[in-house]
Structure formats: C-alpha cells, structure tokens
C-alpha cells in the first residue's frame, strides 16, 4: 500500500500541473487577444475617418450682428471671443451647431445668456445685439 501511495500522488499532479498549463495558455490567449484590440497605438496609424467627415462636413452659416448701442459689445462665439463695433453690422461665418453667448454686459442680456444657436436650417440670420 506504501508504494500505491506515490504513484496516485503522481499521477494526480500531473494531471493538476497539465490544468495549470492549460489555464495559463487560455488566460494569456485570451489576455493577448484583448490587449490587441485595446492597444492605444493603433489610433496613430488610423485616423478616425468619422470625425474628419464630420467636421470637414459641417456647414457654416452666415449671421450678421447688427450692434445697435453706442458701445463695443462682446459675444462669444464657441470659444472664440469676437468684438463687435458700435453702430455697425458685423458678419461672422459660424459651424452650424455653435452657440453664441454674452461675453459683455448688454441692455437686456447678461455674460452668459445664449443670444443663438446656429442652425443650418436658418441662413443669413440677423441678430440684433443692443
């Protein structure tokens, strides 16, 4: 019985040994896998094709502010700060899409506050601005 001991302890290690190899092969398949896919430098070689459409893509609408107070006014255009002169009609070609807000105190409107949104649908818009 001494010596059966061994060999069923062998046999039964090697056995646990062969399921160790085998799940460290799946795990690192399956790891490697993954990490191919999930590798950042892939966006170096592809450029995103959907966000150069787009923005290539995007229309422009002209609006015409027409600043009727007797003082430079401010706005805000995206992210873009544009000064508009007094008693004059300014002409400002905005992406369709784009917000433009109150950059300096107005009559009527605060920092801020949206005077228009963009829309393609709505060209040569005219937006008085007091």
Wanted: proline share 5%; charged share 15%; with cysteine.
């Amino acid at each position: 019985m001494a010596e059966d001991f061994p060999s069923c302890m062998s046999s039964s290690k090697g056995r646990f040994m062969l399921r160790q190899k085998t799940l460290a092969f799946v795990l690192a398949a399956a790891c490697s896998s993954t990490m191919l896919y999930a590798a950042p430098f892939g966006s170096i070689f592809h450029k995103d094709k959907s966000t150069a459409a787009a923005s290539s893509n995007s229309a422009t609408v002209n609006v015409d502010f027409n600043n009727t107070a007797e003082y430079p006014r401010q706005i805000k255009v995206g992210s873009k700060v544009k000064t508009l002169s007094s008693h004059k009609v300014t002409h400002i070609a905005i992406p369709a899409g784009t917000a433009v807000t109150v950059y300096s105190s107005m009559k009527t409107h605060n920092p801020g506050d949206v005077l228009v949104v963009v829309y393609s649908t709505h060209p040569n818009q005219v937006v008085n601005v007091d």
